[in-house]
């Protein structure tokens, strides 16, 4: 960057530059569908994906390694690996604790990867449109509060659900069952916190070579721990709840795991735990977004 500053956009090597830069791209964007490719069939393979799901984290995969870059290419396959170990965790512990939560297995189709990775996507995406410096440092940011909450939220759910206390609602703090939304435990908010700090530490490591600041893990944490807190919030609130009278129990399901036509208890009809995924993560990418501003002022400061 600090190479071409003196030279006017018109001068020869402006368009070497593009040329070389787009190349680059290019080089990246192929790389992304070959690796993506390579981790959604490993996953299909293990029974982790559907084939929707394989299609959906192909895209997920090669825009964010195209058009984002290497540190974001390889944060999403952190976020990926880490939440598809975690949830063959203890599996059958699992399907007998939360039962109606667990038990379709943990096979993700290409809504459930969007839910997750939709707001990411769409941020490397702005990232490949765009070529303004400090445009790129505020999308870095907002990119690592998406996916640090995505990671957190699937840490908290998959490990939360272990925990020997039973969880309470985040709003009431009225006592509920394991698996149901907007329910948190200690366990699960501390593996939420450890995953939005793992993946910031991990995204910054690997960006070390490129003078990253140090924000970077900090950054993570803040807005991934907030980011799956607003999940677990929208989850007590408007998120849509069945009941299903055979069982007698609460469900998130319009029809039960029993094949009963549930009724509906509370939330919005639309609010499934897509929507509410969706949500939670483009509020951790703001939150990091409005997180990052006195990093980046800093840093214009020390330019100048
Ligand atoms: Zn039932």
Known sequence: ?????????LHGSGSEKTTASTH??????????????????????????????????IV???????????????????FFVTSTFFSHFRERDKALTAEDKFSKGSQRDWLQVM???????????????TTSPATHTSLQAGYAGALATATADTWATELGVLSPQPPRLITTGKQTTPGTSGGVTLLGTSAAATGALSLGFFFWLIQRGHRVRIALPSVAFISGLCGSLFDSFLGATIQAMYYCPKCQKETERRVHNCGTRTQALRGLPWVNNEVVNLLATLFGAVVAMIFNIPSQRRHKRHHV
């Open 1 to 9: 960057m600090s190479q071409t500053a003196g030279l006017s956009p």
């Open 24 to 57: 680059k791209k290019s080089i990246r964007l192929l790389l992304g569908l070959f690796f993506s490719s390579g981790v959604a069939l490993l996953a299909y393979r293990r029974h982790s994906l559907s084939r929707s799901g394989v299609a959906g984290t």
């Open 60 to 78: 997920a995969g090669t825009t964010t390694l195209g058009l984002g870059g290497w540190s974001w290419g390889l944060s999403l396959i952190f």
């Open 115 to 129: 839910a997750n990775g939709g707001v990411a996507t769409a941020l490397a995406l702005a990232h490949g449109l």
